[in-house]
């Protein structure tokens, strides 16, 4: 009858919403359980100042590339959205020649780098005169700077530098950064880079993704929803690119997959035009 048909289809109904809220509920707690249980291998790993610097004295840079980074070639338009003489923010540089790539496009760049080896590399491997300064207000650091090009590299700790020291930058590059630095200090690192981003800021950041069960690191896993939640409540966040880039070395690290993703931050409170 009615009555009864009518208290069915309640329940049924009831049962619907209550069965699509649960299972809303456990997706987002899968999710969040998933990148906890992701990060959960590496949260603890750790590589000192020195172990970094040893790297360069023994030439295991197997980071570094010959050429410039087609990441930051393919998107270059989008990073300059119209702009000329961009002031580049390169945490952890390394001796990139990406660096130098951007200086010859009429740039400036400033990197931070902790390898005295790694910077005075960069200037010789390019052929490049420079000059080296302590700076006041950065105990312990020394500044390099290219006699010819807008280039100047700290060497010191990422940690030691803030915007006091050349104020705040139209675009980062940032690849093999936050995917080296610790796992612990990731919260820090974004402050620290948010706080470094001017108005018109442009930031790209590189990220990779693999089961961290099958690697240690580095570079260490950052999946896409830590990017967001680092930098979600100050930037726009787009991913650009996320390939799959497997090769037999991280093969024989026993990986089955490896992901690199490309991420586009703007600050919220941007007021550059799209591009
Ligand atoms: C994976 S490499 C990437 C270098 C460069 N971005 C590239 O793509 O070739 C990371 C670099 O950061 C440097 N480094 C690591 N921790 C640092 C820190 N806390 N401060 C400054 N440099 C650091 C290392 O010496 C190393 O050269
Ligand atoms: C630097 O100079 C050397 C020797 O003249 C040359 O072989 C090399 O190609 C130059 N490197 C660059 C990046 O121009
Ligand atoms: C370096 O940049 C400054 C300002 O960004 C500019 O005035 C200067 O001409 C540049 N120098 C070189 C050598 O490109
Ligand atoms: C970091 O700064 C402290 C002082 O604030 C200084 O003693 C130390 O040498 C610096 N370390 C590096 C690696 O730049
Ligand atoms: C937008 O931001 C830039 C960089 O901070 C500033 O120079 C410019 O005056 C701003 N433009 C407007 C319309 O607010």
Redesign the pocket.
Known sequence: NNVASGSLCFVTCTTCHLCTVLILLSFCSLSRRNMSSMLAPQADQV?T?SE??D??LEGR?E???PQVHEMLENNIDKVLNGRTGVRFF?P?????VDMKWLADLGHSVVG????QK?VRDFFEDNNMTYSVETVASLPGAKVFKSSEKNISLYQ????NFSSSIEGQFGAIWD???LV??NPRDREKYAALLISLMATDCRYILNTVVYNTELHKG??FVVPDEQVHSLFGSHCSIELLHSVEALTDRLRSWGLDYFTENVHLLIPKTSNASEY
């Open positions: 590589v100042l970094w610097e790297r360069w840079i980071f570094h590339r390169f952890l540089c390394g001796k990139a931070v780098e902790i390898s790694g010191c700790d990422l940690f690849r093999g950064s080296a630095i580095l570079p």
